[in-house]
């Protein structure tokens, strides 16, 4: 079965995103998460707390959160608490960091960093004591459960650490052939530590716009894959041109540039090397049936949850459709 998932971007009034989030339970979302990047948005652990006791089932979430900006000691006090706070619904998302520390000139960390951070966390939420820098601690009122854990990546090498140790993998795009890509390589880590590939869930996370109007639909979400090809041009650099896919790495060539400023903002000009073409490729746009179609074609390549980025405007349509027209079929 098919889960549906909203994240918000924390720029968003508090009381809306209380709203919203009620209407997305109401209408059969599972799951709300926030982007975590500090100076551009509003910090979402508060915000998260909103969450957790204006609602009741839905599961809750950094998507994505990053092990340096806070030490991770801090980000498993906040999980831990929460998990208290909501009766054990805290989810965490986490990769090397973006927008988060590219705001502040500084790189993305490390996958060591990472793999570290994860294994810390999840011991001190579940209670146990670690050596950390040399120090024995402990969180022995740890008492609500250990967070899934979902790490999102692009490359190669992120993905497969996502296999090794990951709950879940977020994959930020809704293009069917990419997806099936990145799979690959998660299935490659899950098989070199041992662990069943068929455990890992599998996000799709991307903008989209409902309505038989493409040209709106395609400027209302065309900001979503400039946001992408900030991961893109890190995996550029980083990699052979043979190993990456041309379908992930042409469309940046004619990139000048990105503010982030003005990231994930409709209307950007962050945006206008972005075609149509790739918006069509890696958001959902048109009519609902032509959504249910791309759905299924998502979820027979793996995909467990299909994660809504609800800041391309008329938020509280988009729910009410997906809730009436597209969950129901999917479900």
């Not at 079965?1 to 809306?16: G, Q, V, Y």
């Not at 340096?68 to 999980?79: E, K």
């Not at 000139?105 to 996958?111: D, E, H, I, S």
């Amino acid at each position: 079965m098919l889960e549906f998932a909203i994240t918000f971007k924390a720029d968003m009034i508090p009381e809306r995103m209380v709203r919203l989030a009620r209407q997305a339970e109401a209408t059969g979302f599972t799951h709300a998460w926030s982007f975590d990047s500090h100076i551009l948005w509003q910090d979402p652990y508060p915000l998260l707390t909103l969450l957790a006791v204006n609602t009741t089932r839905m599961g809750l979430g950094t998507c994505v959160t990053n092990p340096v900006t806070r030490d991770p000691t801090v980000t498993a006090s906040l999980l831990a608490t929460l998990n208290r706070i909501s009766g054990g619904r805290m989810n965490l998302g986490i990769g090397r960091g973006d927008s988060s520390r590219r705001v502040m000139g500084k790189r993305p960390t490390t996958l060591a960093r990472l793999e570290e951070a994860v294994a810390l966390i999840r011991n001190l939420t579940g209670g146990k004591q670690v050596v950390y820098h040399g120090q024995p601690i402990q969180m022995p009122w740890a008492d609500g459960g250990v967070p899934p854990v979902w790490v999102a990546g692009y490359g190669p090498q992120a993905l497969r650490c996502a296999g090794r140790i990951a709950d879940g993998v977020i994959l930020q795009f809704g293009d069917v052939e990419l997806i099936k890509w990145c799979l690959g390589f998660v299935r490659q880590g899950a098989e070199a530590a041992g662990r069943d590939f068929s455990s890992i869930r599998v996000m799709s996370a991307t903008a989209v716009w409902v309505s038989d109007d493409l040209a709106k639909a395609r400027q209302q979400v065309r900001w979503f894959p400039a946001l992408v090809s900030n991961h893109v041009v890190d995996l550029i650099s980083r990699y052979k041109p043979e190993e990456l896919p041309e379908e992930l790495t042409a469309y940046v060539r004619d990139r000048t540039g990105y503010n982030y400023l003005h990231h994930a903002e409709v209307g950007s000009s962050n945006a206008d090397f972005v075609s149509d073409e790739i918006v069509d490729r890696y958001c959902l746009v048109g009519p609902a049936q032509t959504h249910l179609r791309r759905l299924r074609e998502l979820q027979q390549a793996g995909v467990t949850q299909f994660n809504i980025y609800l800041m391309s405007g008329e938020e509280e349509q988009t729910l009410e459709v997906y809730g009436r027209e597209v969950i129901p079929a999917c479900t």
